[in-house]
């Protein structure tokens, strides 16, 4: 088995962020289109819409665990990792593309298969997502490594959120148009599914440490793991604020800035367009200030901006453009930092227990990821109802009250702000830096 180096060859850092193709795409579409595609597609009420867009991702919370501790006593020729990244790869593309074939108009159908493609996911993001750890010990190459992932994350989610959207019209809206971008986005996560497959063939894959013997008692020894909890309930929290933001887009365009065409186009473009721009910057900042510090003041550079969004009624649509940049901003950074923490808190773990385990650590956190991003349409169609919003099966938005359409600026500017803010209390205690991780580091066996 290699042994983790301290520098990633270039080709082993893109090969390995070409799975953001995977991950931007079903973390970003159906979270864009799916809740739209219900209630204004299918003729489903608000409340169920949401209720079906959440039950098969909350499904990950008790699947994700279960693929990290088969991904975790996986051995064979390609690593214990790779295999999964191929096989769920090309199920989640076929899967979805099924979800939007609307065989028969019905929200369960939809339901059902969103379900299948959840639990294919579980099999491609939790070995992707652990990964990191393992192939590097070095705590700046993290650092790196998911610069580059969330680089192409970015490009992923511009890709997937900002032309799903016009394939969608292009092809006449409706069935037509949604079966016509269930396609786009499966050839996408393919494209993803063979890059990443590829591009880490020779990657290092770690030490081999013996693991826990039991489910149970890894998620006992995750529990214990202070950092780790800490940092996964605020990504979890802040997830569900950001996916709360990215479920009101197509009514944040259709019914405050008056564009259903390119309004949410524009916005995608926005959002993700400057934090290509910024992942040079967020780099630097995080080697002068550390991750820790460098992460809050992402998360509040979003948060501000984001409330900022909610005089968009009286500004300029231009103005309220530039400010969707800078929450793209504070959202690049957030993820950076969220995601290089991530494999640190699983280093100290395993120079804290002498176990590989890191499958049950990324399953936890890809369940608690995926369920706040489910929980975010979910909040955004509870605050649809509550406020009054109309459905419609014709392919076509309803004519909308004042009040229905507060609750549309409320669910895509406050609700995702505050969340993003009030999350960060949970990172109080966080002490996991370089200089400890390295000492505990040292005692960490070369093979058990």
Known sequence: MDHPSESLPGRVRAGYALGSLVTGAFGTVPGLLLLPYLTDTLGVTAGIAGLLVLAPKAWDVLINPVAGRISDRTRTRWGARRPFLLGGGLAVAVLFAAIFAAPVRSGV????????????????????????????DDYAERTRLMTWR???????????????PMVTKQFGGGIPGHRAMGVFVAILIVL????????????PTGRILESESSLGRQLRTARNNGAFTRLLICFIVQAAGIATMLAGVSYFATQILRDPDTGATVLFACFVGPALLVMPLWSRVGARIGKLR?????????????????????????????????????????????????????????ARTG???AGVFTGLWTAGETFGLALGPGIFALILAAFGYVSSDSGTAAAQTDTARVGVLLGFTVVPAVVMALALFTLRGYDLDEARLRRDEERLPTEV
């Open 294 to 350: 460098a992460y809050v003041l992402a998360s509040l550079l979003f948060a501000a901006a984001a409330a900022l969004i909610a005089l968009a009624p009286v500004l300029p649509a231009a103005a309220t453009y530039v400010i969707t940049g800078l929450v793209g901003c504070g959202y690049a950074g957030q993820q950076v930092f969220g995601l290089a923490m991530l494999p640190d808190c699983i280093a100290y773990d395993a």
């Open 355 to 357: 176990r590989r385990q």
């Open 109 to 136: 159908y939809v339901a059902v298969v969103f379900l299948a493609t959840a639990t294919a996911y579980a099999f491609y993001q939790v070995p992707y997502v652990a990964m990191p750890a393992e192939m590097t």
């Open 150 to 164: 969330v680089a192409l994350l970015a490009v992923a989610i511009l890709v997937s959120g900002a032309v799903a």
């Open 192 to 203: 993803g599914t063979v890059g990443s497959f590829l591009g880490t063939r020779g990657a």
